[in-house]
DNA sequence: AAGCAACCCAACCGCCGTTTC
DNA sequence: TGAAACGGCGGTTGGGTTGCT
């Protein structure tokens, strides 16, 4: 079933031609394209409303890039599409000049190949099954042999020069001092609080004990926690849903107008920066949250209601300045904090939608590599 | 040089959410 | 309040191009 305005009248279909781009050009510049169904009779064009804004959209738009995509902006869309996946419009978004047509096709025939060809599903980054078993049969070690999941596994994986795993070209590499940092995060104490990132220093985890337990308390408080060092970006994932498996995110950006706020339904769809094996909150529950939390971190939480109940503090007293309420887009003073949330309580009680602010992601350098140290550097290897 | 296959990309299709009447 | 119109989006298609045999 089509559009109305495309069977009603006969419109001509298949490419362009130049002239019919003249005269699309000529009256969207005169009068803008208010009402798209009116614009191919008043530009004298034989073509349905929906043709002429795809046109315009994707071909005669004067602030369109053409050409082929750079590096930067190949990361950017695995990045990003990493979070979102096939989201082009919202990608799109992210690649000025770029549209979402061109991105969706420029995945689909070059991306997505490269992540096949190197052992990754293109829809969740992770390792193909055929793949997890070589790395396996290598030595892959602990509780799963997905290295996402896995961060002894993972750090095998992504070595420069890893090809223990019969992985001639490690698909992609962690830059050394992301790596020294993930390390430290994931294999020997201090402990971190998986998922804390610390955003003055974009795509470098939280590595101080204290922050892991500010926000341990925090989270298991059910308060969002809150980074106070004038930058501070909270991840909270919390989920009462039944089911349990839902991760739902909300960023709320103090210094944002959040205007780009989108709702992402079914929880993060793959491992990604987020990567549940090593950074997922979970919820109130603690069952996915007692698989990230270390001991040491839990004796930290005691410490605290400890220390709350002896004082009688609130829990701001203990961990920093109070939490805002829970205002999507709320405003914190420029720049205060950021507040990430997750909560049915929030957006449902489903609590499967997600509220997810990119432009704040990309305004801390989350993707990107927008300050240079993003959080994978990516090697590719054409 | 011809035939074929693979690839690229512009455009279409169909669905969905929002707006208008 | 419900139907129609519309805008927007993601998936798919088909024609043109390129590369290989």
Redesign the pocket.
Known sequence: ??????SKQK??????SPEE?ERLLRYITAHG???????PKNAGLQ?????C???W???LRPDLK?G?FSEQEERTILDVHRI??????????HLPGR????V???W???IK?KLIAQGLDPKTHNLLPASKHLLHAHGGTGSGSNPSNNPAARAQFHSPNGNGNGCATPPFTISSPTKAVYDAATVAPPVVAPGLYDVHNPGMMMGQHERGQQAAIAMQQGYPYVHNNGGGLLMNFRDQNAAGVHASMDFMNGSSNSSSSMEYAAGMPNGNVFNPGVAAFMDETAAMWATVVEPRMGAGIEMAHQHRQQHGLGLEEVVGPPPRPLINGGSSGGKGLDIMDVSSEVYGSAGTTTAFDLELMESCGLFCGAAGNGMEQLQWDC
Do not use: P
Request: charged share 25%.
């Open positions: 079933m089509g559009h109305q305005c495309c419109v001509k279909r298949g490419l362009w781009d394209h208010s009402c798209w169904s009116a614009v073509r349905c409303g929906k043709s804004r795809l046109r959209i994707n071909y053409r082929t979102l996946g096939n989201r082009w419009a919202q990608i799109a978004k549209t979402d047509n061109e969706k096709n420029f689909n025939s070059c190949k």
